[in-house]
């Protein structure tokens, strides 16, 4: 029963979240690149949120808890690789942005790629080793 809660909470907040990212999108006069980088960070949340509260009700569905001792592991190892996305991109995009464009990059650009990138890399790194296994 404590499993069905949590994922009924989660999917709840994931439409508030999706309902509240779409007004934003629709009232804002002009975006720009900073209202581009939040809607992707967003984007990119809500999407792997509602990844993993499918499979989890799939998981309720068929009678298994929602989360066993291999997802777990599987959260965690994916939450190393994001880490060392995070600190490799805190490094390199700067470095790049420099390199191939001959501007530093502002602080809050580094922390969207930092956010985008530990995002892309737990994301990626979830989905393969929950389809290989851990």
Known sequence: MKDRIVVVLGLSLVVLVLI?????ITFAGTIGYGEIASVA???ILVSFATYIMWDRAR????????????LKNINYKAGYYGFIAAILSAVLAPALADVLFGYELEG???TVSVVIAAGFAFAASYLYLARKGS
């Open 20 to 24: 509240s990212m779409i007004a934003y």
């Open 59 to 70: 998981n309720i569905s068929k009678g298994l808890p929602a989360a066993d001792e291999r």
């Open 108 to 110: 809050h650009l580094v």
């Open 41 to 43: 960070i967003v984007a």
